[in-house]
């Protein structure tokens, strides 16, 4: 069986969010909800913070979890986690889970691992689930993707895509959707990984400001599983407070 590594990169700077990954009014940190969720996937043997903070390596260590510290000028979150990966060469794949995703679900994690095992011509899989609001559609911030017939991605905007033509409307209700959000969650052979920070970042990349363009533009495929929902990061004060919340009324 491949082994498969998750790696949570958990970054202490953040734009929006002050020390997100600390916030422990739930009565856990943060980053410990995510590392729970992703140690309950079964298709994976190990799980690892990557920070570049030893406050957060000192509170994952505290919560009995496992972190490693990693370059603080790291240029993005997959150059954090390839530099995981030189040190870890026993895992075939590598798994990305944000660390400011507490609530992702370990089913989510496990068919993400399962369709890049299954479809040898993929270098990465990710996910994505069905729009079901104009709102969503529309909002530069929410990645949409398109897919071909065998779930290989096409393309990743922050536009409506496929756009519809004037005259349609979009039936957010349907069976069978047409438009599609991605979610920030990747796995990776491991040998690939290690080679995207040498790609030379594309020019759609740079224009949508989306990383994973680099991979399509250079020719290489993504895999795209499907879930039927997603509760999303947490970004601001007010994701945090409706987490806390959540976790209150469980």
Same mark, same amino acid.
């Given at each position: ?25 739930? &009565?856990?940190?943060? !980053?410990?909800?995510?590392?729970? +969720?992703? @140690? ?6 190990? *799980?690892?913070? %990557? ?12 919560? &009995?979890?496992?972190? !490693?510290?990693?370059?603080?000028? +790291?240029? @993005? ?6 530099? *995981?990966?030189? %040190? ?151 994701d945090y407070e409706a987490f806390v919340r ?5």
């Open positions: 069986m491949t082994q498969v590594m998750i790696v949570v990169p958990a970054r202490y700077a953040s734009t929006r969010l002050e020390r997100k990954m600390l916030l422990s009014k739930t &009565g856990k940190p943060l !980053i410990q909800h995510t590392y729970e +969720a992703a @140690s309950q996937a079964t298709q994976a043997s190990k *799980v690892l913070v %990557a920070t570049d903070h030893p406050e957060i390596e000192q509170a994952v260590h505290h919560f &009995g979890g496992e972190a !490693i510290m990693t370059d603080p000028n +790291a240029q @993005s979150g997959t150059d954090r986690i390839a530099e *995981v990966a030189r %040190a870890f060469s026993d895992y075939e794949l590598v798994v990305n889970v944000q660390g400011d995703e507490p609530e992702i679900e370990p089913e989510a994690i496990d068919l993400a691992i399962r369709i890049l095992r299954e479809d040898s011509t993929a270098m990465m899989s990710t996910l994505a689930t069905p729009i079901r609001t104009p709102e969503t559609l529309s909002d530069p911030a929410a990645v949409k993707v398109v897919m071909d017939q065998n779930q290989q991605a096409l393309y990743f905007s922050r536009s409506p895509i496929p756009f519809p033509r004037a005259q349609e409307k979009v039936d957010f209700s349907k069976q069978t959707p047409s438009h599609y959000l991605h979610l920030g969650l990747y796995v990776y052979r491991r040998d690939f990984l290690l080679k995207i920070p040498d790609l030379p970042p594309s020019r759609m990349e740079k224009l949508e400001s989306l990383e994973q363009l680099r991979i399509l533009d250079h020719g290489h495929r993504i895999k795209v599983g499907i879930v039927s929902a997603s509760q999303g990061g947490i970004d601001t004060l007010q959540r976790q209150q009324n469980c």
